[in-house]
């Protein structure tokens, strides 16, 4: 755990135990994280999570007591099955987290701690504000539904307590999981239940999406079959409810079974040395048991570092800079601030290219088979692959209007993958079979760097009609022998020059669309049994092509005076197609490539 | 000549007819729902549709008569358009494949083997189902015969006046297509009770429509006894031994292996039953009258439920039907063939025509036939540590006395046909039946021929071009 993720939440509240408004110091968090994040070397002990909690805040005092004396590493390195591989607890505690609270680290504490505390303690937890609501109807709806006291709270955290939702099943449930016990519903009956009003209410259509990430959220918290903890035969893992159960416990158990049972016992006593103790033994136990499959501790702690950076996006605030430092090289051709702005490029390069491989090694992915095949990988991985070919047009042709575009385009898909992670898949996932052809990959792979260089040109674009909007359109050719586009002292003049960027990213998008397409083609006959089938994602994506295509004949025949007009407003015409076939053919067209 | 060449040869034209392309396919693939039939589902099929595909064939083959009179007015035969006449040779090239592709392959067809419950063998897979179209087969004691049916691709019935002549005495003409149909067994019965006649109609559509009640007894219409059944509901007692009944409860069986038979069963242990065939009278001894049962007509009768395909399973007990007339010795008959996907997995429906004899019958998708047998003889499915999500569907087969594999992106091949392992079964841990996507690839290296090209053309039109150009301009010759 980092030292702002421990310090974080105790310094914003004051003795009293009243939230200071919580906007801010959300966001100061948030950025103190990032901040922290991208310099990931920087990590100190747990041992600040101690302080005052109100009754707006989620855990109580002697648990911050508890946590203070865990070894958080060594809770967040033990191993569950989570999507379809061998993780680390932190990986599905943040996953979860994020679901049930809205955030992977709720009230500073570490992931794997906290996911913890609420698995084995659910009970406790019925009547605290927990489960995030996010939508705006939906919160106004349950503030008018609360009483006073829990709609106070409710207009703080914007977080409902379970009992609100829990219905007879869901008491059942937990009963059963052991995590609840039948005094912890008596507990939670001051709580107003509104379970009973959800039904109707979805009825209503602007309630209907709400109440499905609702019903997520909570189905996070009572994390049925969620949290898969001993290995079994066949590959699969036995989910906790079965390990912890009332009548589960009074049955022998494995080694694994048995680790867990007495991490669960220290746990709930309170007894910070025996857990780490515990977790230690659990780890060690899993190597025995599993040899082979269970993740060497170099790649757990990949993992780990992984996730403390939200896999890798934090590097948007590097690519942020680059982007500043590159607009003031272009703007003022002075080389500090293009040396400047090319070095903080490349070693955003560097590190995003370093968490790339370290998805690349903790999905346990062939060699063959980089990490691109679902949304978050591929908008990430065609930042990456973008800014790559960026670095060498820069080297080949020092421009700047290379970087700038890559690092605009790399800045806006990390965000994207930062605050989207949920919506893009972030989680590393099993591959379908189907996937795993190396052919596939190097389809995605030279797609993606389309889709880089598409974005591009949108950049460059952009620059071309912002300086000509300033400087007057017109003479913008782009043939740098033409003495219309030289400058008195035999330079290209700036539109000229950016208009040749244009031209040479466009040509190399509009060839690695074709081949990228006509790759998916040849995979699709062997895959499939058919090479092209109109599919969406295909029909755009040659539609994307042709935009280029016909781009780079109608400049043969545009005049020399519009020509870099012409071609900045046709690649902004491309990349609406493209970013079409990238959002919209994937969320909301059906085929074969949806992700909706 | 040469002028409508140079016009077609226009960049401008080209331009426009590229511009035009890709508008259509965006309209196309972003408006598919709303079109006439189409749902949201229909994201490829909206290609199938004639305007549609019409107007993509006259947009593409105006784009590729624009290539080939550039290629032939415009581009200078130089060097330095090497890279123009590649790529533009190519795109020809891929045209060519693609049109002759798109005139031959077998698309959109599949097959399918089977494990029948409590046996370990699968079923041979010896035929190609195409989907969306269709064809009836019969067969009688002399020949085999089969027409193929267009339903207006899958959707509605247009043509059904197929008209199939076995040359043994008996037509068999469609007359129309129920997509989803409620076939049920039904019986048509004239009751005659205290000299009354009355027609009923029972079938199990309904409870209510199972059973008539009569004036102290009733008939309950209970199809698809077995012959065992029947027998142990059958008291050892010899049949009819006790005349005039106390009035009781009559119950009217059906089943394939049994004719149809009345049975009066009454509480204190008598019992009275008979055969009933068409055409027949029974008399039925009650207390203080007898009632006259006549079997008028038996049969399956199909109920019209809307639905969009043809289908096994059009939803619940519903399936796809095709209504038809028999004709046979001056005489009709009509009949109603059920639906089935593949119709080799499924026993074909007997029709006895008036004379007696028995023909088979079935309605399902066109089936070719493979050049060579292929028989599974192993399934497994490989799924991810802890996942549903599969990491390969492989069969094990022999063909021709080989073994083969076929798995996630390692097809096999049957003479021109592919095997592809694109989707798996109904229960993918315990597979009882696998489905093969089937297609086959004519003028495919043409294809592969035209791409190549494709993708060379265009590094060395924008790379290689300068560099050609500079050494023209030095004069160099190459």
Sequence with gaps: ?596 | MADIGRALAGTWLGVGLLLALAAFLAIVSTTYAWMPGMSRRDSTAIYQLWPIRATLIALSLAVCANILAACIFRVPRRWASLGAWISHAGLLVLAIGAVWYTLAAVTNADSVTVRWPGSDRWTEIRHVYLNNTYAVYLQDANRAVQAPLDLGDGKKPRTLDALLASGSGWQLRATGFLPSALILPAVRLRVTDANQPREIALSTETAERQQFVGDGYRIIFHPGVRRQQLAMMLRPAAPNTRRGLPEDTGMLLTGDEIPPTLVVLHTDGTQWHGALRPGATLDVPLAKRTVRIELLEFFERAQPVPADMPADHAGGETVSALEAVLTAGGERQPVVLQFSAYGHLTPPQAIRLPDGRTINASFSRRRLDLPAALQVTEARFESWPGSVVPKDYVCLARLDGHEVTISLNHPVYIGPYQFSQGSWADDPRNPNKIFFGVATRPGLPVIWAGCILVCLGFPVAFYVKPLLLRREQRGDTI
């Design chain 1, 1 to 596: 755990m980092n030292s702002l993720e421990c310090n974080a939440s105790p310094s914003k509240r004051t003795g009293t135990g009243v939230m200071k408004p919580r906007v801010s110091s959300h966001v100061a968090c948030r950025l103190a994280q990032i901040l922290v994040a991208a310099v990931p070397l920087v990590c100190v002990s747990a041992s600040a999570q101690a302080g005052p909690s109100s009754s707006y805040s989620l855990f109580s005092s002697s648990f911050r007591d508890f946590a203070a004396g865990l070894d958080a590493a060594a809770v967040a390195r033990l191993g569950v099955q989570a999507s379809g591989r061998i993780a680390v607890l932190d990986t599905l505690a943040r996953e979860q987290l994020k679901q049930m609270t809205g955030e992977e680290s709720p009230e500073g504490f570490a992931p794997a701690v906290a996911y913890l505390e609420l698995y084995f303690n659910a009970g406790e937890y019925v009547d605290r504000p927990l489960i995030d609501v996010h939508e705006k109807a939906m919160r106004n709806w349950v503030a008018d539904k609360l009483d006073a006291a829990s709609a106070a709270a409710f207009a703080v955290t914007h977080r409902l307590p379970p009992a609100s939702l829990l219905d007879r099943e869901g008491y059942d449930l937990l009963y059963r999981a052991g995590r609840a016990q039948p005094a912890d519903a008596n507990r939670a009956a001051s709580v107003r239940s509104l379970s009973g009003d959800l039904p109707e209410l979805a009825e209503r259509k602007e309630f209907r999406v709400p109440i499905e990430r609702l019903s997520v959220r909570y189905g996070a918290f009572l994390a049925q079959d969620v949290l898969r903890i001993v290995p079994a035969d066949g590959g699969q893992w036995r989910p906790a409810e079965e390990i912890f159960g009332p009548v589960a416990s009074s049955q022998p158990a494995g080694p694994v079974a048995q680790g867990w049972r007495e991490l669960r016992r220290v746990w709930l006593a309170r007894d910070a040395a025996g857990v780490n103790k515990a977790a230690e033994d659990i780890r060690e136990v899993l190597k025995e048991t599993l040899q082979i499959e269970y993740p060497a501790a170099e790649v757990q702690s990949i993992e780990l570092l992984y996730n403390r950076t939200r896999q890798g996006t934090v590097v948007f605030a590097g690519f942020a800079i680059a982007l500043v430092l590159m607009i003031l090289a272009a703007a003022t051709r002075g080389r500090a601030f293009r040396r400047a702005g090319m070095g903080v490029f490349a070693i955003s390069t560097a590190m995003l290219a370093s968490g790339f491989v370290a998805r690349w090694l903790v999905s346990g992915h062939a060699w063959y088979l980089p990490p691109i095949m679902n949304q978050f990988e591929a908008v990430i991985g065609s930042a990456l692959l973008g800014a790559v070919l960026a670095i060498v047009l820069e080297m080949a042709s020092p421009r700047n209007y290379y970087a700038l575009a890559a690092s605009l385009y790399a800045t806006v898909a990390l965000l994207m993958g930062y605050f989207l992670p949920g919506a893009m898949g972030a989680g590393i996932t099993a591959q379908h079979g189907i996937l795993a052809s190396p052919v596939m990959a190097i389809h995605v792979a030279v797609i993606i760097v389309g889709h880089a260089l598409v974005g591009m040109t949108a950049v460059i674009s952009l620059a071309y009609l912002g300086v000509a909007a300033v400087r007057g359109f017109g003479g913008q050719g782009a043939e740098p022998s033409s003495p219309a586009t030289l400058t008195p002292a035999g330079e290209m003049t700036t539109l000229a020059a950016i208009d040749r960027c244009n031209l040479i990213v466009a040509q190399l998008a509009c060839w690695t669309v074709v081949a990228g397409t006509l790759l998916g083609a040849y995979w699709g006959d062997f895959a499939w049994g058919r090479w092209w089938g109109w599919d969406p994602k295909e029909t755009w994506a040659l539609i994307t092509a042709i935009v280029y295509v016909a781009l780079l004949h109608a400049r043969f025949v545009v005049g020399p005076r519009h020509r870099g007009l012409f071609t900045a407003l046709v690649c902004l015409l491309g990349t609406a197609v493209m970013l079409f076939n990238w959002i919209v053919v994937n969320y909301v067209l059906a085929g074969k490539h949806s992700y909706a």
